[in-house]
DNA sequence: TGATCTTTTGTACGATAGTACAAATCACAT
DNA sequence: ATGTGATTTGTACTATCGTACAAAAGATCA
């Protein structure tokens, strides 16, 4: 016997809201936010105009339900994951493990929730670029943590490590993470096709190898900057 | 005596010419492309918005126009640092130099053409992530050259290093450059002040050295993924 | 000064944007 | 079967968009 929902449940068709999500989601990610048009995004979702007023109230609204949708779960993920790799012991070990925890949520494809980090990601990179107020409150309160949660987890396998480097070569990490989603295919084209940039493993190896040598770089103390070499030599 | 200049001559007036340009490239590099309108930029440049159109045909046109003007400096700029690069003779320190010659051009401020390179950066981080038809095209075309000429230089210095992660690290690299310059403040706040993201020396100087860092990590043989650490482990 | 060319201004037009809202339709409990 | 609340549709309103274009203003030279 199929449990009957009592009517005040969620929704009884929770398709359309969906599609619109994903529609959205989908063309926001790729377009930016304001190329794309409500219109767009109803047509996109085989839905009507209007729906998206009623189900979201806003262009906003949607943009929002988005955010709202995908930072917990990929929050929580990643979470897992840190945890999972502050439990390493070995140091260096430690260190690829935290980086990895913070790079592969980021990479999973797929159309639901769970596997649509990729495109979640994406989208976060072209919001922070397009400099979005909306989003921009709602991602320094719910990735902050997160942020700070992984700083700190680098910093317990790098001790030596000065915070002010910690926190620039995770920024680093992330223009780069988002960069790969964002424009994979220059990947493909300057390496005249012998990389793919848009397989998600080559991505994450690449990324993680690239990273962990960069945290691993030796401190930049700043009160005694040592050798500051001129890029421009008269001459040698 | 003052030479007359002939009628012809490039313009009478190219104050307002310029104003709408230096107004149209703040705007979009903060804003995106479609969020700002040609009304908007012709108030900021104190013009009128038929002005615009006298002067640049189309909103396309004045975004051509931009790019236009800081490509040819902003490369032959990189020319030349890249070239003095190369001639460093330790290849430790020409690594350095050549990365150095790739990053701190993007970074220099101020007004003119040749000091803008910091907005005008941003500018082409913000259009590809919005996915820009205009500009992907003519980013392609002008800085792929730029591009391979780096990439053959940090092979020079790594003559170890596959192409391939020459081209992805390379890749994390401008990511890191874009999101920089795109969203400094992140810097300040997860380092709670200790860090100035807005700060193009410090950001160089990081960049440039974790940069070199991530360079100078072993090759990733993709034929034979040697050792493939989960990031979840059961125990240990 | 008057003729001519360049630049700026003012205004208007058609297209499309986000959103509101009434009517139509659907799902389901009774 | 029918009533009821949730959802979808169709349409319209207002604002703003990019762009066009004629008139005004400014500059240059005979």
């Known amino acids: 016997m199929v449990r009957k929902p009592t009517s005040k449940e969620t929704a009884r068709k929770p398709n359309m809201r969906e599609a619109i999500l994903a529609a959205a989601e989908e063309l926001f990610a790729t377009n930016g936010f304001n190329a794309v048009s409500v219109?767009?995004?109803?047509q996109a979702a085989g839905a009507n105009p209007g729906s998206v007023t009623y189900h979201f109230k806003t262009k906003d609204g949607l943009l929002l339900e988005i955010y709202?949708?995908?930072?917990?779960?990929?929050?929580?993920?990643?979470?897992?994951?840190?945890?999972a790799a502050r439990r390493v012991r070995d140091?260096?070990?430690?260190?690829?493990?935290?980086?990895?925890?913070?790079?592969?949520?980021?990479f999973t494809?797929?159309?639901?929730?769970?596997?649509?980090?990729?495109?979640f990601t994406r989208l976060r990179a072209v919001m922070s670029a397009e400099g979005n107020e909306v989003t921009r409150k709602i991602i320094a309160q719910t990735f902050d943590d997160t942020s700070h949660a992984f700083i700190d987890a680098i910093h317990d396998s790098l001790p030596h490590l000065p915070r002010t480097d910690i926190v620039w070569r995770s920024h680093f990490l992330l223009g780069?993470?988002?960069?790969?989603?964002?424009t994979p295919d220059r990947v493909s084209r300057l390496s005249r096709g012998e990389a793919d940039g848009n397989d998600a493993a080559s991505a994450i190896e690449q990324l993680v190898q690239a990273t962990v040598a960069a945290f691993q770089a030796p401190a930049l103390d700043q009160a005694a900057p040592a050798r500051r070499r001129p890029v421009v030599s008269s001459k040698t």
Chains 1, 2 share one sequence.
């Open 109 to 119: 494809s797929g159309s639901d929730l769970a596997g649509g980090g990729a495109r």
């Open 68 to 83: 709202r949708r995908h930072c917990g779960p990929m929050n929580l993920r990643r979470s897992e994951l840190l945890a």
């Open 39 to 42: 219109r767009d995004i109803a």
């Open 176 to 182: 780069a993470l988002y960069y790969s989603l964002v």
């Open 91 to 106: 140091l260096q070990d430690r260190l690829e493990a935290v980086v990895r925890a913070y790079v592969a949520p980021a």
